[in-house]
């Protein structure tokens, strides 16, 4: 039997609270800034601490009042977003403008909704559930997600509230340290727990927090993921309130020591990029991303980075700095090299031979020409590229992944020409990724015998369902950040138009089905909490695109690109 984390306390509970929302001025925003400048230095009038209030003064249903801010002037911009500087040039493809749409009334309905989702533990906001759907089958919504609290705890911090995401962070932290145990095995210290509950037993009158490693998980799966976004919300907490010494905590810092040892391990692969398991990341079940799928090479390449910032120079934390920076220069390279696809790199792909041993080969992989699904080549447009989603010996994954190619925008590892051509696809192919309702997880989706075979016939990723090309409103904060990341800002606001005028109507859907997400997910949870937070993150986001350094990072000098998007895929 498998061992179960627990942490003692007294009674907690539900509650929600009132809270600022920032107003932005009009001034010419740039990224540069927002990536220096720490948030606490805007001078926002916080709130109380969330530890110096009682639960009698947490009530429900209050909208945000609006937050007078004091800001530097030249950190500012609200209506003249399009106007923000960019080191990437403009692609030739113009995205229709939206028409302005006031989206004060859902905004302050999703900020009731999100409030309703937290959770407490020991009188403290510790996190939020993944949906507050009233369905009998709740199954494991009832729990805190790492990955789904990540875009919570950006609209928190963007909202002038850090305490909620501290409390997080150091809760997850005392997880981390327990011992983890499926099936008499044990699992490595470092691994953080994919969620967390907590139970009240009302007989005692106690809590106790209950954390899952992948123990109760679909396919018994332990996540990889959690780890890498805890690190990079740590990066964002630091950046938003200016305050280190969380991140400089002997816990802190011991805890991305440990994670880091997981990934940094070197072993019997030959590449640089992080073998895993089926199942380990937001696409949790069987749908053929294992081995070396973007979503994690991309997450690990952030985490990586943004321990590079935290970690300090210590004589532990100095040896780390050192592997991080090796690993990195290996990592962009090959993920620059041999993940990239665009129209000249598929031709060349087309054009391959085959069972090449020597160094000279170009055919590095033994790639097979015959095993490129027809629909990659109508999918990939003239101008436009993007990171395919698995590259391993003889199979490669074609499939697009957005939260991967989103990710690698925002932490550099894309070069600046291959981040302007994601965009470029994005817009190229706005029906098949965006359609009715932002944004498909990924393009196509499997069917026939292709899903029977790679799915294990899973009646939850049937085609155009779920995390079978199913549409995820919560992307939406990813696709923001990197729209504005790369200068191009109306690509977000119409998705954002889009989005608007369906997710409050539908009840905040955890997902929709169909080609082109017309439908509100057979499955979907009502009242998801990411899909209010990813909204709120984006929405936010392109109000005041200062809040943009919370997730992206500039590019590294010392990480020069080393080829150009248009370059062979196998230099």
């Known amino acids: 039997m498998s061992s179960i984390p627990k942490e003692g306390s007294h009674k907690g509970s539900l509650k ?43 009530s429900v249903g209050f909208s945000p009042r609006h937050l007078i801010s004091k800001i530097d002037i030249t950190s500012r911009l609200a209506e003249h977003v399009d106007h923000i500087h ?21 905004t302050s309905e999703a900020w009731e909704a999100l409030r309703r989702s937290l959770v407490y533990f020991r009188g403290q906001p510790v996190g939020t559930i993944a949906a507050l759907d009233n369905s009998d089958e709740q199954l494991n919504y009832d729990q805190v997600f790492v990955r789904d609290f990540v875009p919570s705890a950006l609209a928190f911090l963007m909202h002038g509230e850090p305490d909620i995401v501290k409390n997080f962070i150091l809760k997850t932290l005392r997880l981390q ?124 390449f952030m985490a990586l980075r943004c321990a590079l910032q935290l970690l300090k120079p210590d004589a532990e934390g100095k040896e780390f700095m050192e592997r991080i920076v090796k690993r990195l220069h290996a990592l962009s390279y090959h993920m620059r090299s041999h993940f990239w696809l665009d129209l000249k790199q598929l031709n060349d792909v087309y054009r391959y031979k085959t069972e090449e041993y020597s160094h000279t080969a170009v055919n590095k992989f033994n790639v097979i020409p015959e095993s490129l699904p027809d629909w990659v080549f109508d999918f990939m447009p003239h101008l436009g590229g993007y990171f395919v989603g698995n590259v391993s010996p003889a199979r490669m994954d074609f499939r697009w992944f957005c939260l991967g190619n989103c990710v690698a925008i925002l932490s550099c590892m894309a070069t600046p020409e291959q981040s302007t051509a994601i965009m470029d696809l994005i817009e190229s192919r706005w029906e098949e990724l965006i359609g009715e309702m932002p944004v498909k997880v990924c393009y196509p989706a499997l069917d026939n015998h292709e899903w029977m075979i790679i799915t294990g016939c899973d009646p939850k990723n049937t085609r155009w369902s779920y995390h079978n090309g199913g549409s995820w409103p919560v992307l939406l904060w990813l696709l923001s950040a990197a729209s504005i990341k790369t200068g191009r800002p109306q690509i977000a606001r119409r998705a954002l138009q889009i989005a608007e005028n369906k997710l409050l109507k539908d009840n905040w859907p955890e997902y929709y089905d169909g080609k082109w997400g017309r439908y509100v997910g057979k499955q979907a949870r009502k009242f998801q909490t990411w899909s209010i937070a990813g909204y709120l993150a984006a929405r936010m986001m392109l109000d005041d695109p200062s809040h943009l350094g919370l997730v992206a990072l500039e590019e590294d000098k010392l990480l020069k690109p080393l080829l150009k998007r248009s370059n062979s895929w196998t230099l």
Not at 89 to 101: A, D, E
């Open 177 to 300: 340290s327990w011992e983890k145990k499926i099936d008499r095995f044990h699992l490595a210290e470092g691994v953080m727990p994919a969620s967390f509950k907590v139970f009240h037993d009302p007989v005692r009158n106690h809590e106790t927090l209950i954390a899952d490693f992948g123990e109760s998980a679909i396919g018994r799966v332990a996540p990889v993921d959690s780890g890498f976004w805890w690190i990079i919300l740590l990066r964002a907490y630091t950046k938003s309130t200016g305050d280190s010494s969380l991140a400089e905590q002997p816990e802190c810092q011991k805890g991305m020591r440990l994670i880091l040892s997981l990934c940094l391990s070197e072993g019997f692969d030959t590449f640089p990029t992080l073998l895993c398991a089926d199942g380990c990341c937001m696409i949790d079940r069987r749908m053929g991303v294992y081995g070396y799928p973007i979503e994690i090479q991309a997450l690990f």
């Open 86 to 106: 960019s080191p990437l040039s403009k692609s030739g493809i113009n995205t229709p403008r939206s028409v302005p749409w006031d989206s004060h009334s859902l």
């Open 16 to 58: 929600s609270s009132e809270a600022p929302a920032s107003v932005a001025e009009k001034e010419e925003f740039h990224f540069s800034k927002a990536i220096d400048r720490p948030r606490a230095a805007l001078n926002i009038d916080r709130q109380r601490s969330c530890d110096e209030r009682s639960l009698s003064e947490l």
